[in-house]
C-alpha cells in the first residue's frame, strides 16, 4: 500500500504486505531528514534518517529513499506488522536550522 | 536509561489556574523543546532553548512562558490557561545545541482545559 502523504493521511494494509509512507517536504535547502514513528499514547521515537547527500538509507525492514529533485521523502516498511500500527511523521532540518515536522500519516495494519 | 520525562501525564484544569508541566532529561542534551499536537496540525513548537539560560519562542509561544534554570529542566509554564490550550504536549531534547538533529521526546501530557 501506498500513501500520498499530507494529502491522504491514512493508509491501510494487510499484514505481510510492503508499506509506502510518501511525505512532501518544503525546504530545498533541508539537509537532514528523520523519519519518527508514534505509536497510540506515547510519544515520538526515531525510526531512522538520511542526510541529503544520500538518495536511499536502509534499516531493519525499513528504507528510506530522498528525491531532492521534487522534494520527496518516503518511508518503506518491509512484511508490515500489526506492530507497525502507528503515525508515521517526517521531519526536515533547513541547513543550519531545527528540526520542523510534517503532519503525519496514520498507517494502519490489518491481520 | 536514558530518557525524557514530563509530569503529570494527565492534567484536567480550570480556565484561569495557574498550572506547570515539569520535563527532564538525563542526557545532559543542550537543546530542549516544547510541542503541542493538534488533530490535522501535526507538532507545533512552543518554546525552544539552545542552553541553559536561553530560551526562544517557537511558532505558538503566545500563552505559554518556559525557563531553563539548569541543564537537565525546562518547565512549561500556562498562567492562566484557557480551553484553546487543550492539547496534548511533548518535550524533547537533543544533543545538538541548534535542535537539528535527532529529537528525543518525552511520552506526553494530555492537558484538558475546561
Known amino acids: 500500500g501506498e500513501s500520498v502523504g499530507l494529502h491522504l493521511p491514512t493508509l491501510s494494509v494487510q499484514e505481510g504486505d510492503n508499506s509506502i509512507i510518501n511525505c512532501a517536504y518544503s525546504n530545498s535547502a533541508s539537509d537532514y531528514f528523520i523519519w519518527y514513528k508514534q505509536e497510540s499514547g506515547k510519544g515520538p521515537q526515531f525510526i531512522i534518517d538520511?542526510?541529503?547527500?544520500?538518495d536511499k538509507r536502509q534499516g531493519q525492514r525499513v528504507t528510506v529513499l530522498l528525491n531532492k529533485t521534487v522534494k520527496h521523502l518516503s518511508l518503506q516498511i518491509a512484511a508490515t506488522q500489526p506492530g507497525d500500527s502507528a503515525v508515521y511523521f517526517c521531519?526536515?532540518?533547513?541547513?543550519?536550522?531545527?528540526?520542523?515536522f510534517g503532519e503525519g500519516t496514520q498507517l494502519t495494519v490489518n491481520p | 536509561e536514558a530518557q525524557v520525562t514530563q509530569n503529570p501525564r494527565y492534567l484536567i484544569t480550570v480556565t484561569g489556574k495557574k498550572l506547570t508541566v515539569t520535563c527532564s532529561q538525563n542526557m545532559n542534551h543542550e537543546y530542549m523543546s516544547w510541542y503541542r499536537q493538534d488533530p490535522g496540525l501535526g507538532l507545533r513548537q512552543i518554546y525552544y532553548?539552545?542552553?541553559?539560560?536561553?530560551?526562544d519562542k517557537g511558532d505558538v509561544p503566545e500563552g505559554y512562558k518556559v525557563s531553563r534554570k539548569e541543564k537537565r529542566n525546562f518547565p512549561l509554564i500556562l498562567e492562566s490557561p484557557s480551553p484553546n490550550q487543550t492539547s496534548l504536549y511533548f518535550c524533547?531534547?537533543?544533543?545538538?545545541?541548534?535542535?537539528?538533529?535527532?529529537?528525543?521526546f518525552g511520552p506526553g501530557t494530555r492537558l484538558t482545559v475546561t
Open positions: 532553548s539552545m542552553n541553559v539560560e536561553v530560551t
Open positions: 524533547a531534547s537533543s544533543p545538538d545545541g541548534t535542535g537539528g538533529d535527532e529529537q528525543y
Open positions: 521531519a526536515e532540518r533547513p541547513s543550519g536550522s531545527r528540526l520542523t
Open positions: 538520511i542526510r541529503s547527500n544520500m
